[in-house]
């Protein structure tokens, strides 16, 4: 059975933050609110838990996974950011985007594209998910909490609650969120491509 946290949606509790930390460091999967619904998430380096979220997601490996970072200083080590690319981050983060790029041999290349070796990259506008994010003090492995057969992002904490409870080790609420997924950008080739429309506005990237 999972772990349930209430969290506050704009003050998380300090105690809590640390908690759920603890539970990923100790190699657990999580659900945790970000500004485009409810998303999975694992540290970089848990092999279990990411195919974990590959099980409940009913995901392959092809599919391109997300670090979440706290901020853009972390970006670098993990995806090729060019000055153009950059600016673009900078203006437009914290935000319901996903940036695709391509990998830096830092990246661990199960979190990579085995075809393309890319990652996404996203800052999350949402105050529980930054804070865990500098608790934690490194990215952190996600995907949108989609269920099989959905293309609406989980949105309703009690509802994952009675679907996921048995299947991951903590659930932290944030209330009722958006439904849409994040705005994707493809940065990894020269042309920059607007591979999903989601919650970012895509007016930055046309």
Known sequence: MSQFFYVHPENPQVRMIKQAVEILKKGGVIIYPTD??????????????????????????????TLVCRDLSEIAT???????????????????????????????????NPTKRTIGIRIPNNVIALALLAELGEPLMTTSLILPGNTSTEFDPEDIKDKLSNQVDLIMTGGYLGESPTTVIDFSDDDVVITRIGAGDITPFQ
Do not use: E, W
């Not at 099980?55 to 092809?62: E, P, T, Y």
């Not at 950011?81 to 673009?88: E, G, L, S, T």
């Not at 900078?90 to 041999?105: E, L, M, Q, R």
């Open 36 to 65: 485009s619904g409810y998303a999975l998430g694992c540290t970089m380096d848990n092999k279990h838990g990411l195919d974990k979220i590959c099980q409940i997601r009913d995901l392959n490996k092809k599919h391109n996974f």
């Open 78 to 112: 993990y995806a090729r950011v060019d000055n153009h690319a950059f600016r673009a981050l900078k203006n437009n983060t914290p935000g319901a985007y996903t940036f695709i790029f391509k990998s830096t041999k830092d990246l661990p290349k199960r979190l990579m």
